[in-house]
């Protein structure tokens, strides 16, 4: 018996090492292949690039040179695809498995053959057909000139003439007869030739115009506005023009003038010398870019009127603002009304060749009119263009929602339609190459949206749309791409939050630009929506796909709408699914399910199939309690964005994702987290109550708050209890909005951002946390004084730190747990504080770049001690004071004499026993908006005085329940007006 089992041991011993020796074998030779074929298609991408981009500059009419372009586009894709796919496979595979490498090996082999042979083929296409020859007989167009059409070229001359009237009307304006300081508005857009900033511009650098003026300057405005900043700005460009056009002798006079007001400090000295040196001259001043009616009151407040004929230009895309801008007060509500109903009046002529009302003779087309006009918004071309379509089309609502709502097959096909298309298509042909990619993705987002900055600019990381620049993260650069499309008007800017550090935050897409982008992205295979009425026709290869929140297929026509292998981003709005998660998306970079609808747990279990997921959101999802183990095969994800989920805890293979560089969970919205508490609270209640719920999903919806019962099952029952709220209640209540973290997070070392840890389950995370250096971003709650000194310890470490949010529950909150930091990340630049602290930490006062500070529940009694140490922070600019920040039987601040000289947006918001807010003349210099909230309480007479002494203010924001004290409203009212720069008050909801 024993040498039987010696000889079978020896038998199997023997055939182990023979596969060993030819699995080695086959290994070597598969290597060699692979290599041999990954170099060859890696030189293929290099030059399929640099070939792109050549096409790109030279911009061929030619359809075959078209066709064959758009094919070495799809090539370049499927090699990139290739190689990207040839290193996850094998960073995936486990080393002492060698049978599972050698497949992996295999299957990339076989794939790199196959692509190999479509790389050649392309190649060879352009032998046969002859599409590029080594030298062209066609002359060369310079770069940024498109060759348009016959039929276009007569709508492009007609839109030169149209503009070189345009330019004509202006310089006559500008040279009138008249010695008094005038004021010329433009409103629209810039984004095309007949834009008013191309016809602004071109009349501006009219040699004969300079002539006229003993100085120029072509502003730009830049956001946030700064008064200081802007004069400056002036300043230079008369400097360097005058420089230009002066001899020798007038140089060091004029010189001596201007930089007598550069080295002016003071704002109001500054002011004041600037209009003493214009008083004197006569002055062309074009302000491009003007948002609101108090910037202009801000900044006419500069220029005298001289009596030497000067003129202000002013451009801007808001109508209410060019007609406010020009004329005195008693004509600016005539003026209103005529530039608000010119592009109404325009349009209604070009349609019925007379000035009618549609109330009366046509009151079906209103809403129709209203929907075609928002497209046309601020583009004077489009509403005379489509104007003079509809004159020629059935006056009915069918006729006209039909356009509305096909204008991008409209502007495709129809001739009378070809100039606007032409026109918007110079922008989007003007861009840069590395632009256009950017530019194509917005298509993804619906009409209208906002769309947050961060989440392009990670998203378009995650896509790779940048490539490294030496001194700069690839986030930078991104960012720069989208302050670049701005500048350029392919997007419009916005701004979701008054209390962002980047004074734009968000941006939006012009209607028609929009349809450009649709049209482009289509063609290039890049974008495909799925929604209503979007056919049943096979979209074929789409590297982007969204789903829209009205599409009602099923999974057999998802499946076959698209080919999902190919896919690179899934982005859902809304009506979600189970099956728009497949694992036929081998090829996945981004999955953003940002929204508020019915995703749960069990719709995430086959997540971890997805290997080359770099950006991962599920944003809103509360119904979401737990992340699946298999999250840890996602090595090249680089975002998760769990933030306003139910999740807890971060499961321990999260410890694998070494190139994870954003952990954002938790939400610090004021009563956000009371809210997503008060079902925990109730937990002896739910454990009874889970094994029914088990037993009858139903009831989960009630549990829950789950609105479609279909999609909940027991699983998720049993997730949510076991995974989140019962270890909520047997750690006794932890503090809500975190997540804990495994130990071992200091692996990832690549961690930029990471919010929120609860730390309150142990201190290991905390010398974890000390050791992510490169972090700038932190966000930590489960404070107290039994881990203070190793949170204090960790920041300490953290050099790099930007933004710091701390928070702790209970009676004692942060008191006592933050005066170990003895030396705070010197950079830091927000500061965020939820809980208890009785006294503001003495560290503060060394926060030299500090620009946010938020308090929130601090109970802090020594309000003139605070106030003063706040007031000192050179360059604190936004200042939130929320829910008992402050307390005692009488709270009073007291802003006082040159105290808070940076601060421009204040929020006071239920601060109880709040009896007064004072300002003295000299704080607060550069106060914007001052926003208040009583809570229940209502404000009493008096609250605030001083109003008249904040110079910059432009608006004081008042929540709508605290409008019902007419007296305290009226005594507002009369502060504000005495004060010169004229702010408005408003009303703000909570609800909004």
């Not at 002036?234 to 201007?258: C, D, F, H, M, P």
């Not at 796909?545 to 709005?573: H, I, P, Y």
């Not at 529950?809 to 602290?837: I, V």
Request: hydrophobic share 40%; charged share 25%; aromatic share 8%.
């Amino acid at each position: 018996m024993e040498a039987t089992a010696i000889s079978i041991g020896k038998s199997v011993l023997s055939g182990a090492l023979n596969y060993a020796q030819s699995a080695v074998a086959e290994e070597v030779a598969l290597q060699l292949g692979v290599q041999r074929d990954h170099s060859f298609i890696s030189d293929e991408l290099e030059m399929m690039r640099g070939f792109l981009m050549a096409a790109h500059d030279e911009r061929d009419d030619n359809m075959v040179v078209k066709i064959w372009v758009k094919q070495v586009r799809d090539v370049s894709y499927a090699v990139e695809d290739c190689l990207m796919d040839f290193v996850v496979r094998l960073e995936n595979q486990s080393w002492w498995c060698l049978s599972r490498k050698v497949l992996a090996r295999r299957y990339v082999a076989e794939q790199m053959k196959e692509l190999r042979a479509k790389v050649e083929e392309v190649s060879q296409r352009n032998q046969r057909y002859h599409l590029i020859k080594g030298s062209s007989s066609k002359p060369t167009s310079a770069v940024g000139q498109s060759t348009i059409s016959g039929a276009t070229m007569s709508a492009a001359d007609d839109a030169r003439l149209k503009r070189q009237k345009a330019k004509m009307d202006l310089v006559k304006l500008i040279n009138c007869n008249d010695d008094a300081l005038r004021v010329i508005a433009f409103w629209g857009t810039s984004s095309s030739d007949l834009g008013e900033t191309s016809i602004i511009k071109s009349a501006y650098e009219d040699p004969m115009i300079h002539k006229n003026f003993d100085c120029c300057a072509w502003i730009t405005l830049v956001y946030p506005f700064n008064q200081t900043d802007f004069i400056q700005s002036i300043v230079r460009q008369i400097y360097v023009n005058s420089l230009q056009e002066t001899g020798e002798e007038g140089k060091s006079a004029i010189g001596g003038q201007v930089l007598k007001m550069m080295a002016t400090v003071n704002k109001d000295g500054l002011a004041h010398e600037f209009e003493r040196y214009l008083n004197f001259k006569s002055y062309l001043i074009v302000l491009n870019g003007i948002r609101t009616i108090e910037e202009w009151d801000c900044i006419k407040s500069c220029f005298p009127d001289n009596k030497k004929g000067s003129r202000i230009i002013v451009s801007t895309e808001q109508v209410e603002v060019a007609s406010l801008c020009i004329g005195a007060d008693d004509e600016a509500l005539v003026h209103k009304k005529l530039f608000a109903d010119q592009s109404l009046y325009a349009f209604y002529k070009k349609v019925f060749k007379e000035t009618v009302s549609l109330d009366e003779r046509y009151p079906e087309l209103v809403e129709p009119a209203k929907l075609i006009l928002k497209k046309c918004r601020g583009l004077p071309l489009a509403l005379v263009t489509i104007g003079g379509f509809l004159a020629n089309q059935p006056k009915t609502a069918f006729e006209w929602r039909k356009l509305n709502e096909h204008i991008s097959a409209e502007l495709e096909m129809n001739p009378e339609l070809e100039t606007i298309k032409a026109i918007l298509m110079k922008s989007y042909d003007g861009l840069p190459y590395y632009l256009k990619a950017c530019f194509l993705y917005l298509a993804i987002f619906p009409e209208d949206q906002k769309i947050a900055r961060r989440r392009l600019v990670r998203r378009w990381l995650a896509e790779g749309y940048s490539s490294e620049v030496r001194g700069k993260s690839l986030e930078e650069i991104l960012d720069g791409y989208f302050m670049e499309l701005i500048s350029r008007s392919m997007i419009l800017p916005s701004q979701r939050s008054m209390y962002s550090r980047k004074g734009i935050d968000s941006c939006h897409v012009h209607d028609l630009i929009r349809e450009i982008a649709i049209s482009k992205s289509m063609e290039e295979n890049l974008v495909f929506t799925l929604e209503e009425g979007c056919g049943l026709n096979n979209q074929g290869t789409v590297r982007h796909l969204a789903v829209s929140s009205n599409w009602k297929g099923d999974q057999c026509e998802f499946e076959n709408m698209v080919d999902l292998s190919c896919v690179r981003s899934l982005t859902v709005f809304g009506n979600w699914r189970p099956f728009y998660i497949s694992d036929k998306m081998r090829l996945l970079r981004v999955l953003d399910l940002e929204g508020d609808w019915d995703l749960v747990d069990h719709h995430l279990a086959h997540i971890g199939k997805l290997v080359h997921l770099r950006y991962l959101s599920l944003k809103g999802q509360y119904a979401i309690f737990h992340l699946p183990n298999s999250l840890g095969n996602l090595r090249q994800l680089q975002t998760l964005d769990i933030s306003g989920t139910s999740i807890t805890k971060l499961p321990r293979t999260m410890m694998k994702l070494v190139k994870m560089q954003r952990i954002l969970a938790g939400d610090m919205k004021n009563g956000y987290y009371d809210e997503l508490r008060w079902p925990l609270i109730r937990l002896p209640l739910y454990s009874a109550g889970c094994c029914v719920a088990c037993c009858a999903p139903g009831l989960g919806k009630k549990l829950l708050g789950i609105d479609d019962v279909a999609q909940f099952n027991r699983r998720d029952v049993c997730t949510a209890f076991y995974c989140s709220m019962l270890p909520y209640y047997v750690a006794g209540g932890r503090n809500p909005g975190g997540v804990e973290v495994p130990r071992g997070v200091w692996k990832l070392m690549a961690l930029d951002t990471l919010r929120t840890v609860d730390v309150s389950v142990g201190k290991a995370v905390l010398e974890d946390i000390k050791k992510l250096t490169r972090l700038r971003k932190l966000g930590v709650t489960g404070i107290n004084k039994r881990n203070s000194q190793e949170l204090c310890s960790a920041i300490a470490r953290l050099s790099s730190l930007e933004s710091l949010s701390l928070h702790s529950e209970g009676e004692t909150g942060l008191s006592g747990c933050l005066d170990g930091l003895s030396s705070p990340p010197e950079n830091l630049q927000s500061l965020k504080l939820r809980g208890t602290l009785v006294e503001l930490p003495e560290w503060i006062q060394g926060l030299k770049n500090l620009v946010k500070l938020k308090l929130e529940w601090s109970s802090i009694s020594e309000h003139d001690a605070a106030m003063q140490v706040l007031g000192n922070l050179p360059k604190l600019a936004t200042l939130r004071l929320l829910y008992d920040s402050f307390i005692g039987e009488e709270v009073s601040f007291i802003f006082c004499r040159e105290t808070f000289p940076s601060l421009k947006v204040l929020k006071l918001y239920c601060i109880r026993n709040l009896k007064s807010v004072g300002f003295e003349e000299g704080a607060a210099p550069k106060l914007e908006l001052l926003r208040h909230y009583n809570g229940w309480m209502s404000p009493s007479v008096g609250l605030f005085s001083g109003l008249q002494h904040l110079p910059s203010l432009k608006e004081f924001m008042l929540e709508e329940s605290n409008w019902r004290n007419t007296e305290f409203v009226e005594q507002l009212q009369g502060q504000l007006a005495e004060n010169d720069n004229k702010p408005v008050l408003k009303s703000w909801s909570r609800v909004s």
